[in-house]
Nanobody
Framework: QVQLVESGGGLVQAGGSLRLSCAAS????????MGWFRQAPGKEREFVAA????????YYADSVKGRFTISRDNAKNTVYLQMNSLKPEDTAVYYC?????????????????WGQGTQVTVSS
């Protein structure tokens, strides 16, 4: 069983930055691919970014490419999402998720464990 706890959300002005963290329990964190998703009110959960087990491969949604960076520290069992140049349309609850199979996938259904989410609000 893996538990994921997100932190780092908050209120920021457009153009600002936030860094989200996701701390994972369990000794097998380094085997998992990790992803970040977000869900805005009235919208479906959407893929944001993913990183493979080693951190050597990343993948981003077009809407965040060039602005967001996903990374991981396997020694700390933590994955990060650095968000720069934030826009009001980035406002959402952000979730981290773990894919036990280890590969980068964009479908939420392929992820096995989820955190509780952290709110990000970008004001214009």
């Amino acid at each position: 069983q893996v538990q994921l706890v997100e932190s780092g959300g908050g209120l920021v002005q457009a153009g600002g930055s936030l860094r989200l963290s996701c701390a994972a329990s369990g000794r097998t964190f380094s085997n998992y691919a990790m992803g970040w998703f977000r869900q805005a009110p009235g919208k479906e959960r959407e893929f944001v970014a993913a990183v493979n087990w080693s951190g050597g491969t990343t993948y981003y949604a077009d809407s965040v490419k060039g602005r967001f960076t996903i990374s991981r520290d396997n020694a700390k069992n933590t994955v990060y999402l650095q968000m720069n140049s934030l826009k009001p349309e980035d406002t959402a609850v952000y979730y981290c998720a773990a894919n036990v199979a280890g590969g980068i996938v964009v479908s939420a259904r392929r992820y096995d464990y989820w955190g509780q989410g952290t709110q990000v609000t970008v004001s214009s």
